[in-house]
């Protein structure tokens, strides 16, 4: 088995020195860059190859869900494992749906980080073991089931309605708002709800604030 190149991306430089020495007591792994935001990563990448990016999900600058989606438009074979201290099934389920490989928790990474590189490399997908055990084995289906490594899941209009639903807006303001019917706003959540596989819409709503939707209305 020939070398796997790895790239870190974290704010705090000795999170980035612990997870480095940990990787490097496997022979067949090495770290070959580190960037202290998803920016820096992006532009790391374009010139340094890499098989497997770790991410941090609370970055400065670009944060590390939406930095999984710009990795695999310079990578698109690159893997990805999430590390980081959330724990919530909206940040799990809008990783994997980026595009995500690997979700594992910062408390874990001691015991954790070694068997889930080795589980990537592998085509597997990872999940840390204190998540695996704490959510159902159909919401984990459902979320590692969205990677499709684009991150775009809904369409453009349902993402709109889907910041608006975020946003506290009734179907019938949004229907206003966008000229269409009432029943057709309906139809649109219905249908964000089925590909999610998402049975309450205080879940979607988490679903959208998860993947950055809820933080502006659209104009």
């Known amino acids: 088995m020939g070398i796997w190149r790895i790239v870190l991306a974290d704010d705090h430089a000795l999170i980035r020195h612990g997870v480095k020495k940990m990787i490097e007591e496997n022979p067949t792994l090495k770290v070959v860059g580190e960037a202290a935001d998803g920016l820096e990563l992006i532009e790391l990448l374009k010139t340094t190859p890499a098989d497997l990016a770790i991410l941090d999900i609370s970055m400065p600058n670009l944060r590390g869900i939406e930095a999984i989606r710009e990795v695999r438009k310079i990578c698109p074979q690159i893997k990805v494992l999430m590390l980081t201290m959330h724990k919530g099934e909206q940040y799990l389920c809008s990783s994997f749906a980026?595009?995500?490989?690997?979700?594992?928790?910062?408390?874990?990474s001691d015991t954790e980080l070694l068997p889930a590189i080795d589980r990537i490399r592998q085509g597997e997908v990872y999940i840390s073991p204190n998540l695996a055990g704490e959510f159902p084995e159909d919401v984990i289906a459902a979320c590692s089931s969205r990677?499709?490594?684009?991150?775009?899941?809904?369409?453009?209009?349902?993402?709109?309605?889907?910041?608006?639903?975020?946003?506290?807006?009734?179907?019938?303001?949004?229907?206003?708002?966008?000229?269409?019917?009432?029943?057709?706003?309906?139809?649109?959540?219905?249908?964000?709800?089925?590909?999610?596989?998402?049975?309450r819409v205080a879940?979607?709503?988490?679903?959208?604030?998860?993947?950055?939707?809820s933080d502006t209305l659209p104009e």
């Open 98 to 108: 980026s595009g995500a490989d690997g979700y594992l928790l910062k408390e874990d």
């Open 203 to 213: 879940d979607l709503v988490k679903y959208a604030i998860g993947r950055g939707l």
């Open 147 to 199: 990677n499709d490594g684009s991150g775009e899941i809904l369409t453009p209009r349902e993402k709109q309605i889907l910041q608006m639903v975020a946003a506290g807006v009734t179907s019938r303001d949004i229907a206003d708002k966008l000229d269409i019917s009432k029943r057709t706003v309906e139809h649109h959540r219905a249908n964000m709800m089925k590909k999610l596989n998402i049975k």
